[in-house]
Antibody, heavy 120, light 111 residues
Framework: QVTLKESGPVLVKPTETLTLTCTVS??????????VSWIRQPPGKALEWLAH???????SYSTSLKSRLTISKDTSKSQVVLTMTNMDPVDTATYYC????????????WGKGTTVTVSS | SYVLTQPPSVSVAPGQTARITCGGN??????VHWYQQKPGQAPVLVVY???DRPSGIPERFSGSNSGNTATLTISRVEAGDEADYYC??????????????FGTGTKVTVL
């Protein structure tokens, strides 16, 4: 059974750096046909893609947030980590990680998400 | 960047057919995927590559894509289909692709 689980702080202060971890099971981060993406969803709003990483360590970022994001993986720990710098209240959202199919670029399995609030 | 436009809401009576559109420039040339999101839950993939269904998704869910519009069709709508639906594509066409693009989302209400 494929699962992904997000973890990280519930509350961060403005200007702080957010670090989120996605722990996967049921598949390997070294699988050439798969990758992991981070997606977020502000309350009551649409989904927004943030970043992805593939088995060959290829990375890609949302153009609008590229300067603030870093994605990395630890294959031995089955973890993908996303950092977002200079957090702002508008970054308050539920953050999801999801497995990507490398051929058609869709997210076939999602984590349950973790809610992050940015407030002083 | 590439933009996907969906109607904010669609209402449908039980047993009828719901059609959710996703508009984008020449979207017919792209592979379109659809997600269902119920309140308080993570999205679930219901259609990929325009019209294929993941295992476990009922045949009532189908998709099509041509020209500037992709469509998710839910036949014989049930109360449990009430949710938000999002389309998504991979955009590699522009100088600064946003990569994964999601639609604006459509709330399906079962009357």
């Amino acid at each position: 059974q494929v699962t992904l689980k997000e973890s990280g702080p519930v509350l961060v202060k403005p200007t702080e750096t957010l670090t989120l971890t996605c722990t996967v099971s049921g598949f390997s981060l070294s699988n050439a046909r798969m990758g992991v993406s981070w997606i977020r969803q502000p309350p009551g709003k649409a989904l927004e893609w943030l970043a992805h990483i593939f088995s060959n360590d290829e990375k890609s970022y949302s153009t609008s947030l590229k300067s603030r994001l870093t994605i990395s993986k630890d294959t031995s720990k089955s973890q993908v980590v996303l950092t977002m710098t200079n957090m702002d209240p508008v970054d308050t959202a539920t953050y999801y990680c999801a497995r990507i199919n490398n051929y058609y670029y869709y997210m076939d399995v999602w984590g349950k998400g973790t809610t992050v609030t940015v407030s002083s | 960047s590439y933009v996907l436009t969906q109607p904010p809401s669609v209402s449908v009576a039980p047993g009828q057919t719901a059609r959710i559109t996703c508009g984008g420039n020449n979207i017919g040339s792209k592979s379109v995927h659809w997600y269902q999101q119920k309140p308080g839950q993570a999205p679930v993939l219901v259609v990929y590559d325009d019209s294929d269904r993941p295992s476990g998704i009922p045949e009532r869910f189908s998709g099509s894509n041509s020209g500037n519009t992709a469509t998710l069709t839910i036949s014989r709508v049930e109360a449990g289909d009430e949710a938000d639906y999002y389309c998504q594509v991979w955009d590699s066409s522009s100088d600064h692709p946003e990569n994964y693009v999601f639609g604006t989302g459509t709330k399906v209400t079962v009357l």
